[in-house]
């Protein structure tokens, strides 16, 4: 865990820290450690960086974009238009409604 904490910019955390204790961008990161730790073929995040300032919108989307690989899908639900314009492929869903 210490390794996957260091690989998101968190090597100073306790790990008995509370989560209730971390600032969002801490939180979201170490949400991004436990993703690295599971090595998932499919990370699905929905808004990322709702909750963040510019500076740690950034450094989540750089973890993310590291974590891009052929084996491995990564697929964001975002409003965040400064996320649109780094990903490989955007699909607008704008109308929801049952016809």
Do not use: C
């Amino acid at each position: 865990m210490k390794q996957a904490l260091n690989r998101v910019n968190l090597s100073y955390l306790d790990l008995k820290q509370p989560i209730f204790e971390l600032s969002g961008g801490e939180a979201q990161r170490v949400a991004l450690a436990k993703i690295i730790l599971k090595d998932p073929p499919l990370i699905l995040a929905d808004e990322p960086t709702a909750s963040l300032d510019p500076k740690n919108s950034e450094e989540l989307l750089s973890i993310l974009e590291s974590l891009k690989n052929p084996n491995r899908t990564i697929i964001i639900a975002t409003h965040n238009p400064l996320i649109w314009e780094q990903v490989d492929q955007v699909i607008r869903v704008t109308d929801l409604s049952h016809r």
